[in-house]
């Protein structure tokens, strides 16, 4: 019998990627112009009367979510602390979310003495109205729903159950821009909408993140806990009234924001083409399962995975990746999104550096409550790590490039197809 595999480059075939993969500039003369006139207006500094670069920023993100307010601060992962401080975290509560995420997600629920709960997804990756239920207990006080990848998660039905129940939900919409669910953009469900401008997004600032809230007394708890409670936009009243960070948004940032921003509706629409592209030329696929966006879902792909079946293909998911990668498809990024097994997570030691019970703060609470995680409490995350494999896209990309790639995919499935 032909042994099926020979035409793959891994035993010395031709390569399906022929091409290189397109690049090209994220940043162009408006960032330079915008960057040029911050530093000659002789302040970084957002506060001022005569900054303008952050405000405007904050501007052109109301109009581009709809919502009336936004704080604009140095992370993602300082714009979910915020939110959870809009959401009135404390210590001790319980913060549902789902562990394939960055651990930005969940740093400020432990900054505040809170404990993340890990609900499960499903074969979308995303949280579930139904694994969110499950997590809920008496101490649950918030959900974070990390729209993962550019696909928006099922967020309307979570807000449905969590909202009877006093629970808020904030949206992490760091990997998502511009990610729709039924027509309505994400991180307009909850209580706070969470983005980043990390270099690893849709748009980039360098570090940086944004939320957007529809209250606008939360608003300003929320501006002043990013800005040392300064409270400088209402006349310095409630000056250091409470605790607060320094996540402030430079003005070089917010320079480079509005320029990314004016181009943020092209390139998530450059990412939702490229994807649906990947989509239909994968329809053939055997072997695998392409993970798809929900129903009424409108994804800006950042990435997206397949799922070997394992059942159905002679060699690993390993091995696979080895095929494909030899075939030349870069677009492999194969990232482990997982909280759990981290060092972190299995020691549940936050601060080494402590040698009294301390250290194990807040997984082990004065209370008496000691949090552990096992994938086993997640048992559809658990098979999905197993046999993903992660594609990422990039608004530079050509069809022909999405086409080579699904060629290669469909080739090596073919090859090693039971
Ligand atoms: C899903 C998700 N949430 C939060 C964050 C944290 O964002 P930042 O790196 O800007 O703090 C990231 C960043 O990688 C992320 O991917």
Known sequence: MKNKSNGLAIQGGPKAKTTPYGTGKRFLDNELKNL?????NNTLFYGLTESKWVKQACEMMKTYTGMPHVVACSSGSAAIHLGLIAAGIGPGDEVIVTPNTDFGTVIGVMEEGAVPVFCDCDSTL????????????SHTKAVIVVHLAG?????????????PKGIAVIEDCAQSWGARL??????????????ST?????????????V??????LYRRVLNYSDKCYDRLFQWEQHLLHHAMNYRMTELQGAVACAQLEKVERITARNHELGERFRERLKPLRGARLMQPIPGGYSTYWWTALFVDEGAVTVSRDQIVKALEAEGL???AYAKYDLIETRLFETRVTRPWLSD?????????PDGRSYTYSLDQVPVHKSLLAKGITFSFNRFYTDLDIDETAQGVLKVFEAYAK
Do not use: W
């Open 36 to 40: 040029k006139e911050a530093l000659e």
């Open 126 to 137: 995303q949280p579930t109205a139904a694994s969110v239920a499950a997590k809920i207990t």
């Open 151 to 163: 696909h928006p998660a099922p967020v309307d039905e979570i807000v449905a159950v969590c909202q």
């Open 182 to 195: 039924h027509g309505r953009m994400v991180g307009t469900f909850g209580t706070a909408g969470c983005y």
């Open 198 to 210: 990390n270099d690893f997004k849709h748009i980039s600032t360098g570090d940086g993140g944004f």
């Open 212 to 217: 957007v809230l529809a209250d606008p007394i």
């Open 330 to 332: 870069t677009m492999i």
């Open 357 to 365: 019970s301390r250290r194990m703060y807040p997984f082990v609470q």
